[in-house]
């Protein structure tokens, strides 16, 4: 079976970091892009950052560059988002997901999804 889960979470203060984890089973990791997603109470889920199967491309929410870096391991089946420099406007569930096309920061196209991990960034 197709899946994917999230690790990595938890509670950190602000310009602290963390490190996300998506591991991917039931299929080839390095055939598909890869996303991270999050989502806040009371608002829509956002997009991210990106990562290509081929990984010549990436993508990043204005809001994460140059604080949020998205790489992948295709030898251990695992995708990454390093978040430094968090802020409390960060804190969000964050779900990993995949589609089999390009990046994108649009949920709309992804086809499986984690079930997410929880970011919380405050003092």
């Known amino acids: 079976q197709v899946q994917l889960v999230e690790s990595g979470g938890g509670l950190v203060q602000p310009g602290g970091s963390l490190r996300l984890s998506c591991a991917a089973s039931?299929?080839?990791?390095?055939?598909?892009?890869i996303g991270w997603f999050r989502q806040a109470p009371g608002k829509e889920r956002e997009g991210v950052s990106c990562?290509?199967?081929?990984?010549?491309?990436?993508y990043s929410a204005d809001s994460v560059k140059g604080r949020f870096t998205i790489s992948r391991d295709n030898a251990k089946n695992t995708v990454y988002l390093q978040m430094n420099s968090l802020k409390p406007e960060d804190t969000a569930v964050y779900y990993c997901?995949?589609?089999?096309?390009?990046?994108?920061?649009?949920?709309?196209?992804?086809?499986?999804w984690g079930p997410g991990t929880q970011v919380t960034v405050s003092s």
């Open positions: 997901a995949t589609r089999s096309f390009g990046c994108s920061l649009n949920s709309k196209w992804y086809k499986y």
């Open positions: 039931g299929f080839t990791l390095d055939d598909y892009a």
């Open positions: 990562i290509s199967s081929s990984e010549r491309s990436t």
